[in-house]
Structure formats: structure tokens, C-alpha cells
């Protein structure tokens, strides 16, 4: 049983049939696309002669009985609290309501929707009856840990203890580890729970990284390409590669039809620059922390959401604050208290639009080399990247 977002369907349908399954044979849909009796024609199918059975989280909500989950609600809780990984589930003695619909597995594309134990969809897909249940997911971990033992606790029952468990024994130790004002021995006990989870984590877990599994294709391509027009380089290609890759294939980006694309790519350096508040821009910021619109974020009355974007443009350019247009509008508006009923006559607003704007960019000498020089700069704002232009 294949359960993915309507969207993912056709793939996961065109990569079993790359992989010799036969649609209406041994590969069957039971979505919202066709009619209940195409569903029902379809699933009885697979209980009879086996074989892959594709379906929607939506589906699972509304027709768990069908996949196989029991009738009774005993049933159903006896199933969801089945122990043990992998083949050890099956060994458990279900209810004789769950024995019609045995899946060897569940397939769970797009996982971390199942991130939260206590939602009807997982304490739905617990309900049903497998023997293996694998989760594919590029976010085991959207926000806390707590979300990864969820996830762990409906494919690998019983490995990191119940809820309370793993938050008495992983959860809070590595949050207090990581606390800015943790003392040693908290940093001391979060190292040792972090690695004691990540060892018992990692037999159950494969992890690829796009780059990685698109390099090897590329490799495996250049490599047929090669053995095809010279058999005996073929012998030279199963040596393994020697040193980092730089090279544009290991790039994600396609360069067909690009002219002149480079030939290497160059080292990729991060450098963050922490940027303090000028004066002009901490006037505006204290001054509008004291405001109104701030006091009625903090007293849930207002948006904070709002606040904390005014905010950022102060911190990023306060001539941002005086940009009048369909996003700023009401920004503008909201820091207008500051100085009038104008923003625009903000003394911090205009000595920090003026004090950013006298200081341009310092001219490049002309050294005689005429090489385009190219630059990307990256911005949260419309208004912002014309500032840095």
C-alpha cells in the first residue's frame, strides 16, 4: 500500500511501471479519480492475487475501514498498539477483524504529515494492518524532536519508548543542552542523549542527498556513453573518482544551451557579516518599540506579525519604511506615530534614508581588464533590491 499526496500519484505509477509492474494487473489505483466500484474492483484484486495497491492520505480518512483497518474500535486500538519493527508486528496477535486486509507494507510518501501522533491521519494509517511501514520524508524534523519520534514510533514501534519516555530521556536533555545559558554538565548530557538517539536512529534510517544521487546518475550515464564508443575504457571508468567534485556535472543546474558555461566550478564560500544598528536606525527602533501598534501585538490585540515586519525593515534599510506600496502601505502607516502623521517626516526615517543613501558604492578602478563582471544579489523585497542597486 503507496500512500502519497494526489499530486505524487502519476510518479510513483510511472516508476512501477518502469519497474515491470502492469497497470489492472499487479498495480491498481484506489483514488477519488474513478468511481467506488473502480475502487472496489480494484482493491479486490490486490487482496486476491497481491501486488500494489496507489492511494491518497484523503482516502485513508475517509475508507480505512476498506484498506483493512477493523470495524470495532477495540480492534482498531489493538492494532495501533502493536509493538516490535518490522516483521515483528505481524507476529503480533491481531484481532480477528484486522485479518482481512494484511499489507506486507505501508508506504508513507511526504511522511512528515504524520508528524503529529495525536491527529486523526496517523492514528488512522496506525490502524491498519502491515507488517513493514516505511516513511519517506525530506523533513523528519520540522520543529521538534518530539515530531521525530512520532514518525520513528509508526514505522519502528516500540524504538524509542512511548511519548513521555523519549521526552524525559532525548527531549529535554538536548533542548537544555542547547540553551544559551546552559551550564557544562547540561551541554555534557545533551551530547550524550543527542548521540545515544542519533546511534539508535540511524540502523533505521536511509538518508540521500539530491547531489549525491544525481552526480552517481550523471556518472553512470557518462560511463554507458563511454563504453559504447570504447569498449575498454570501461575497465578505467569502474575506478574510483579521486578528489572533490567541482566538476559541472556534479552541479543540480542544466547548462544545455547555456553558451560559454564553465568548464569548473569554483569553491563555494559563506561568509556572514553581522551588521550593527546605526544610530539613526536604533532611534527608530526604540521609538517604536513604545508604540502602539507594539503594545497592541503584546497585548494580542493587534498583529504581531505586522510589527515584527516593520521591525525588520528598520533593521534592513529604513528608507524601506517610507516605500509606499500594496505590501508597505499600512507599514508606513503603522510608523507614522513616530514622528506626526506623516512617516515621511520621521527625523529618523530621514537622516537614515539619508545617512544609507550619501554612501554609494566606491567606483571601480578601471585596471584595463574588460572581463563582465557579473553579481547576484538576493533580496526579501522589491524595494530593497533597489536600495542595494
Same mark, same amino acid.
Given at each position: 500500500?503507496?500512500?502519497?499526496? $494526489? $499530486? ?118 496506525? $490502524? ?6 516505511? =516513511? ?37 536533555? =538536548? ?56 569498449? %575498454? ?27 560559454h558555461a564553465p568548464q ?36 494580542? $490585540? ?5 510589527? =515584527?515586519?516593520?521591525?525588520?525593515? =528598520? ?62 544579489a538576493v533580496a526579501a ?7 542595494? %542597486?
Amino acid at each position: 500500500l503507496v500512500l502519497a499526496p $494526489t $499530486t505524487l500519484l502519476p510518479h510513483w505509477h510511472k516508476e512501477f511501471v518502469v519497474a515491470g509492474l502492469r497497470d489492472g494487473v499487479n498495480l491498481h489505483k484506489f483514488a477519488g479519480g474513478g468511481s467506488k466500484a473502480d475502487r472496489d474492483r480494484a482493491l479486490s484484486k490486490v487482496r486476491a492475487h497481491g501486488g500494489v495497491l496507489l492511494t491518497t492520505y484523503g482516502m485513508v480518512l475517509h475508507n480505512d475501514d476498506s484498506l483493512g483497518a477493523p470495524a470495532s474500535e477495540e480492534d482498531a486500538e489493538k492494532v495501533a498498539a502493536a509493538s516490535g519493527r518490522g516483521a515483528a508486528v505481524a507476529a503480533q496477535d491481531m484481532p480477528s477483524g484486522a485479518k482481512g486486509c494484511h499489507w506486507d507494507w505501508i508506504v508513507c510518501d511526504e511522511g512528515h504529515k504524520l508528524k503529529n501522533p495525536n491527529a486523526q491521519l496517523p492514528r488512522k494509517v496506525r $490502524t491498519l494492518p502491515s507488517s513493514h511501514r516505511l =516513511i519517506i520524508t525530506g523533513t523528519p524534523i520540522q520543529n521538534h524532536l518530539a515530531e521525530l519520534w512520532a514518525l520513528y514510533d509508526l514505522c519502528c514501534p516500540g524504538l524509542l519508548g512511548d511519548e513521555a519516555e523519549f521526552r524525559r530521556e532525548y527531549s529535554k536533555k =538536548i533542548a537544555a543542552g542547547q540553551s544559551r545559558d546552559a551550564t557544562q554538565r547540561q551541554r555534557s548530557a545533551g551530547a550524550r542523549a543527542s548521540e545515544e538517539l542519533r546511534n539508535k536512529c540511524k540502523p533505521f534510517m536511509l538518508r540521500r542527498e539530491k547531489s549525491s544521487v544525481l552526480a552517481r546518475a550523471k556518472e553512470e550515464e557518462e560511463k554507458e556513453r563511454r563504453a559504447r564508443n570504447d569498449p %575498454e575504457a570501461q575497465n578505467a571508468d569502474d575506478a574510483p573518482p579521486s578528489g572533490p567534485r567541482t566538476s559541472i556535472e556534479a552541479s543540480t543546474t542544466g547548462w544545455a544551451g547555456v553558451k560559454h558555461a564553465p568548464q569548473q566550478l569554483g569553491t563555494k564560500n559563506d561568509l556572514i557579516v553581522w551588521l550593527p544598528l546605526r544610530p539613526a536606525q536604533e532611534r527608530l527602533y526604540r521609538a517604536f518599540l513604545k508604540s502602539n501598534t507594539v503594545r497592541s501585538a503584546l497585548n494580542k $490585540t493587534g498583529s504581531a506579525l505586522s510589527a =515584527i515586519n516593520i521591525l525588520k525593515k =528598520i533593521c534592513d534599510h529604513p528608507a524601506l519604511c517610507l516605500a509606499i506600496t500594496e505590501t508597505s502601505a499600512a507599514d508606513a502607516a503603522a510608523t507614522s506615530h513616530v514622528a506626526g502623521s506623516s512617516p515621511s517626516r520621521s527625523p529618523a526615517i530621514q537622516d537614515g534614508a539619508k545617512e544609507e543613501g550619501e554612501e554609494g558604492d566606491p567606483e571601480e578602478e578601471d585596471d584595463g581588464d574588460k572581463r563582465e563582471a557579473r553579481r547576484l544579489a538576493v533580496a526579501a523585497a522589491v524595494a530593497a533590491a533597489g536600495l542595494t %542597486e
